[in-house]
């Protein structure tokens, strides 16, 4: 796991200026760094040692006749197994090192290496002789490549931060970026919140040669459900490829750990991964926020050392510009604070963990995929239902008249992902600035077409797979741990997990049939088994635990005068003037406080763009 730089070399201090944007990530790899710098080219890597953590491990690393340079940030789980097939193909090894095996798969089989690969990455290649960079980003988006081209230079990087130091970046907002995020709390499309600079989508590769810049996809989710295996060979089945994997991601000459609550997921993997250590956070001593109780009973129970945190309001509070100059976007999740707070325990003791990220998606894990076809209402004709939303969207709003008018659209309609902050209507009312953002439906409906045909619950997995999780879950998961110079692997997002999961028929991922034991269970039905099944003793109550999330008491603390008066004065800010109109906000703060409605999530989401807005352009990208 490391971070990377580069840009195309046409400035003349080009090693100083590469070095300032390394130094800008160092916390992604303080182990070691390396540099390679042409005429054309210049190549930047911070490392943080997990594999061959000798120095022969330091890139950028060449292949054999030195035409190829590859700076990578990742992991390659089945990197022996490639390096074997490459090895029998008459290519010589100077290193132990799966960065190694990227560039001699690349010489050999260009970017059909992609589909090889089983890990997360993200890395650029330069061949010298046809003055061509190529880069390419993991399956899912584990790993973060953001780029712009500018001012006739192209310029890469792990992180946007960097960019910040090179004399072509131009800083500007992007507010069509800042009305999608009102609307989704994270930036939901390609673009960034800083105008002209991008993310290289999930299982993308790009090339760029004589300034000519062309990205392709290489890999998708595609759902074709099995019908013939039975309930009881799809849980095996989970079973021994999840058992797999987690062997696959604990390959590294270092030692690895696991983060632990209370919920499945990690449980899962704590249970089955024979790690020594586990990590957990939570707040106060209320147990809706707090799940370490739960998780040193769980460690004690598999036999493993639990390390602990109790995250007080003030250290998260006082975390907030930090975390935002950390995350480059704002990120309206509450959890990623949480997440910052049990990646730093974690980094004391080890350079690697687990984590459970991914299930939700692709097993069937959110609370609303047991929406549709819940009801006897919804298997009502589609007519219907719609002629009674439209009558019912003309009543005034409450919680019996909302079930109609959701009901009464489809989930191409109603479902944007797992958050849905401020409507278009709101987020016009609230802005004092002119977009061009398009509705939230428009940014949806190209992942949408591709799953025409499919049910409800898939369509709604294959956008959270394609949006959610890239745009929100990972991209926390990466820069949380990076912060604090961990690697986070995930287990549940590995490729023959997925090609395992594509096939369980929905009614095995998300199931009404409560039934009357605790073998029954409503969202990831089949995971759930199989995780009990593995682990009967230890997982039976944890895999029957309705979905929690990452709990953060928000909504209490913006009812403390403290934390309401603070979050007032940014609301009064000159910064929020210049962008919102003042009315509307302080009603929403006033409003929760008095307990005339929840808008702790709406506030939190124009709160955490205020902090991020002062980081990057008030103070230049320092807290």
């Not at 035409?67 to 992991?75: D, M, P, Y």
């Not at 910052?340 to 459970?356: D, H, M, P, R, W």
């Not at 039934?515 to 089949?526: M, N, P, Q, R, S």
């Amino acid at each position: 796991m490391c971070g990377i730089v580069g840009f195309t070399n046409n400035i003349d201090n080009s090693d100083y200026i590469l070095e300032k944007m390394m130094d800008r990530i160092r916390h992604r790899g303080p182990d070691a760094e390396g540099k390679y710098i042409d005429d054309d080219i210049a190549l930047g890597h911070r490392r943080l040692s997990i594999i061959d953590v000798s120095s022969s491990g330091d890139q950028p690393i060449f292949n054999e006749d030195s035409s190829l340079v590859i700076v990578f940030n990742g992991e390659i789980y089945n990197y022996k197994d490639i390096r074997s097939e490459l090895v029998d193909a008459g290519h010589t090894f100077r290193t132990n090192t799966d960065t190694e095996v990227l560039i001699h798969g690349y010489e050999e089989f260009g970017e059909k290496l992609l589909n090889k690969l089983r890990g997360m990455f993200s890395f650029v290649i330069w061949d010298r002789n046809k003055k061509e960079l190529f880069g390419a980003r993991d399956f899912f988006g584990i790993k973060p490549m953001y780029y712009a081209n500018m001012n006739g230079t192209f310029m890469f990087g792990s992180e946007i931060k960097s960019f910040l130091e090179h004399p072509k970046f131009k800083k500007e907002l992007n507010t069509t970026a800042l009305e999608n995020y009102l609307t989704f709390q994270f930036s939901p499309t390609y673009e960034t919140f800083f105008k002209n600079v991008y993310k290289l989508p999930p299982a993308h590769y790009f090339k760029l040669k004589d300034g000519h810049f062309e990205a392709k996809r290489y890999w998708d989710v595609h759902f074709d459900a099995d019908d013939e295996p039975t309930l009881d060979e799809w849980v095996n089945r989970i079973s021994d490829t999840f058992h797999n994997s987690v062997e696959a991601h604990k390959i590294a000459d270092v030692e690895v750990g696991s983060f632990l609550s209370s919920g499945v997921d990690s449980s899962y993997v704590a249970a089955i991964a024979d790690v020594d250590k586990t990590f957990t956070v939570g707040f106060g001593t209320d147990e809706k926020y707090n799940e370490i109780g739960w998780a040193k009973n769980f460690s004690e129970a598999i036999g493993k050392e639990n390390t602990s945190k109790v995250i007080t309001p003030e250290e998260y509070w006082n975390s907030l510009s930090m975390i935002q100059y950390h995350m480059d976007e704002p990120l309206a999740d509450p959890s990623a604070i949480a997440l910052y707070f049990v990646c730093n325990i974690a980094s004391e003791k080890l350079k690697v963990v687990l984590s459970g990220e991914g299930a939700d998606e692709i097993f069937g894990g959110y609370n609303v995929y047991s929406d549709p076809n819940g009801t006897f209402y919804d298997r009502l004709p589609r007519a219907l239902k719609r002629s009674i939303g439209a009558l019912a969207s003309k009543l005034p709003a409450k919680r019996g008249v909302n079930f109609f008018v959701r009901k009464g659209k489809d989930v191409e309609e109603r479902f944007i992902g797992n958050a849905y902050m401020f409507k278009p209507e709101e987020r016009k009312n609230l802005l004092r600035i002119k977009t061009d953002a398009p509705d939230p439906t428009d940014i949806t409906k190209p992942f949408y077409n591709n799953v025409k045909k499919k049910d409800d619950v898939t369509k709604m997995q294959y956008l959270d797979l394609h949006m959610w999780m890239a745009g929100d879950i990972l991209l926390k998961a990466d820069k949380m741990s990076m912060a604090n110079s961990l690697e986070l692997r995930v287990p549940f997002l590995d490729k023959e997990v997925m090609a395992l999961a594509e096939k369980i028929p929905t009614k095995y991922r998300v199931t009404h049939d409560k039934g009357t034991d605790e073998t029954k269970y409503i969202t990831k039905y089949a995971m759930r088994l199989a995780a009990k099944k593995d682990t009967p003793e230890q997982t039976a109550k944890t895999a029957a635990k309705k979905k929690l999330g990452f709990p953060v008491p928000i909504r209490v603390w913006l009812k403390e005068d403290k934390y309401y008066e603070l979050v007032k004065g940014y609301f009064e800010s000159d910064n929020a003037k210049e962008f919102f109109n003042t009315a509307p906000l302080l009603k929403l703060l006033d409003d929760h406080r008095d307990g005339k409605a929840d808008n702790s999530r709406k506030i939190w989401t124009v709160f955490i763009f205020l902090i991020w807005y002062k980081v990057y352009f008030d103070n230049n990208g320092k807290y």
